[in-house]
């Protein structure tokens, strides 16, 4: 029996000590079929008319990331494609493209503006995730980064990318000079209750990091003041990508449109403006 317990005792110690296998991100895949409306190979973007895709999003136009700019280099506004998109926890990609027919181009999106450097940041009244007012030129005096999402949203790279980045530029922004906010384009739906709820994966320190809704006038005021652009689509939202960084006196010193910018980028403009 002794040496039973001692043969045990060793393989037990030896499975413990083995390497831990890497876990695969889960990701689903799901058929898209959809009319080209731009391409941009060098930014490896594709702006898709897609169809309902079935069990994941609502027939909308938006853009997907695709793996090589080769992918996409020789399709045309009109081409219409088939494909496959796959989505992780982190990340959505648009495979397995073909062309399969030619239609009318779709009129493609008018383009959103961006604010000029030097620009005010309108005024609003917002309610943070507690339910607590929090009105904007309250935070006047401090280094501001405001970007805008939805908890909603279906693809990893648009608003919880958003989110994931300032969960990354936080912890380089300590002090009591910097303030993120997360504002919903969703206030109908996003309650402060709910935001609460959605915020906690993020992991915010309260004092640093809002998630913030408000009346429709007020959220609009900011959105179209940024140069979003917002289309519905049942429950959800089809919308550009804007973030602003705003300088203590309250003016607009930088805005990051698309989601390609890196935290690093924006704790470095934070943090000049806050010397």
């Known amino acids: 029996m002794p040496r039973l317990l001692s043969i045990l005792v060793s393989l037990l110690l030896a499975a413990c000590s083995r390497p831990t296998a890497k876990v695969a991100p889960v990701s689903q895949t799901y058929p898209?079929?959809?009319?080209?409306?731009?391409?941009?190979?060098?930014?490896?973007?594709?702006r898709l008319a897609h169809e309902?895709?079935?069990?994941?999003?609502?027939?909308?136009t938006m853009e997907f990331d695709v793996t090589t700019s080769a992918e996409?280099?020789?399709?045309?506004?009109?081409?219409?494609?088939?494909?496959?998109?796959e989505v992780t926890e982190t990340h959505s990609t648009l495979l397995a493209i073909q062309k399969v027919g030619h239609t009318a181009p779709p009129n493609p999106p008018a383009q959103a503006g961006v604010?000029?450097?030097?620009?005010?940041?309108?005024?609003?009244?917002?309610?943070?995730d507690t339910g607590k007012l929090l009105r904007i030129s309250d935070l006047r005096g401090k280094t501001l980064a405001l970007t805008f999402i939805y908890t909603?949203?279906?693809?990893?790279?648009?608003?919880?990318?958003?989110?994931?980045?300032?969960?990354?530029?936080?912890?380089?922004?300590?002090?009591?000079d910097f303030r993120l906010l997360s504002l919903t384009i969703d206030p109908a739906n996003d309650t402060p209750q709910i935001l609460a709820d959605y915020a906690k994966q993020f992991q915010p320190r309260p004092a640093q990091w809002f998630f913030l809704t408000g009346e429709l006038?007020?959220?609009?005021?900011?959105?179209?003041?940024?140069?979003?652009?917002?289309?519905?689509?049942?429950?959800?939202?089809?919308?550009?990508?804007?973030?602003?960084?705003?300088?203590?006196?309250?003016?607009?010193a930088k805005t990051l449109s698309g989601n390609q910018w890196q935290p690093a980028e924006l704790v470095a403009e934070m943090k000049r403006l806050a010397r």
């Open 115 to 128: 604010p000029a450097p030097g620009s005010l940041l309108p005024d609003a009244t917002l309610l943070d």
């Open 72 to 85: 996409i280099a020789a399709l045309l506004p009109g081409d219409i494609i088939t494909g496959k998109l």
């Open 152 to 176: 909603r949203c279906p693809l990893p790279d648009f608003c919880p990318r958003m989110n994931s980045h300032f969960a990354t530029a936080a912890h380089d922004l300590p002090g009591d």
């Open 32 to 46: 898209v079929r959809g009319t080209v409306v731009s391409v941009a190979p060098e930014s490896k973007l594709l």
């Open 52 to 60: 309902d895709i079935p069990g994941f999003m609502e027939a909308m």
């Open 217 to 252: 006038p007020e959220v609009t005021r900011l959105a179209t003041f940024a140069g979003l652009q917002i289309r519905k689509a049942d429950a959800q939202l089809d919308h550009n990508l804007r973030t602003l960084i705003i300088a203590p006196d309250g003016t607009v």
